[in-house]
T-cell receptor, first 117, second 109 residues
Framework: ETGVTQTPRHLVMGMTNKKSLKCEQH?????MYWYKQSAKKPLELMFV???????ENNSVPSRFSPECPNSSHLFLHLHTLQPEDSALYLC????????????????FGAGTRLSVL | SQQGEEDPQALSIQEGENATMNCSYK?????LQWYRQNSGRGLVHLIL?????REKHSGRLRVTLDTSKKSSSLLITASRAADTASYFC?????????FGEGTQLTVNP
């Protein structure tokens, strides 16, 4: 166990559904991340939160809406998704944001495998 | 283009052999990390090497870093079937951690 828990592990949804992905970390970390991993593509950073404030939003479509109510929890709310949004969504946390001190090792959850029909 | 690019994209070896994966990057970095991912799971951190370090060891893992060539290598010695996974390098530059595309390693029993 990495200390980062994602639920659900698998999700199938239609294009008109609304669902949420949940991530919880028990490591006392200050930074949390959402990544998208599609087949044959590099890991895509979607959102970064530091101390519950969003610090990065990498041109992600508005049908993905993150929420960070506290430093231990991160959500990704999904609505009106497209089939190309099918992917593995990974949550990660780190003690600090990446910087020069080397304390930015990221701990990943097992991911949510999302299929959009 | 990607900050971190692994080479080769796929590697298949026999159990007991050594596996070497390479990573090249483009900009100056604070540190470089290697992660491992089993199929359909999250990434697991393996080792971090700082920009002022040249070599680091952890168990059967050996990482080298050549900042003049902007490259790193990950060596897994005496490989086991359980080492089968994808391996990613990730570079820290400023406030950003960027992952490469990964090398798929298959260790045949």
């Amino acid at each position: 166990e990495t200390g980062v828990t994602q639920t659900p592990r698998h999700l199938v949804m239609g294009m008109t559904n609304k669902k949420s992905l949940k991530c919880e970390q028990h490591l006392g970390h200050n930074a949390m991340y959402w990544y998208k991993q599609s087949a044959k593509k590099p890991l895509e950073l979607m959102f970064v939160y530091s101390l519950e404030e969003r610090v990065e939003n990498n041109s992600v479509p508005s049908r993905f809406s993150p929420e960070c109510p506290n430093s231990s929890h991160l959500f990704l709310h999904l609505h009106t998704l497209q089939p190309e949004d099918s992917a593995l969504y990974l949550c990660a946390s780190s003690l600090h944001l990446p910087g020069g001190d080397g304390k930015n090792i990221q701990y990943f959850g097992a991911g949510t495998r999302l299929s959009v029909l | 283009s990607q900050q971190g690019e692994e080479d080769p994209q796929a590697l298949s070896i026999q159990e007991g052999e050594n596996a070497t994966m390479n990573c090249s990057y483009k900009t100056s970095i604070n540190n470089l990390q290697w992660y491992r991912q089993n199929s359909g799971r999250g990434l697991v951190h393996l080792i971090l090497i700082r920009s002022n370090e040249r070599e680091k060891h952890s168990g059967r893992l050996r990482v080298t870093l050549d900042t003049s060539k902007k490259s790193s290598s990950l060596l897994i010695t005496a490989s086991r079937a359980a080492d089968t996974a994808s391996y990613f390098c990730a570079t820290t530059s400023g406030s950003r951690l960027t992952f490469g595309e990964g090398t798929q390693l298959t260790v045949n029993p």
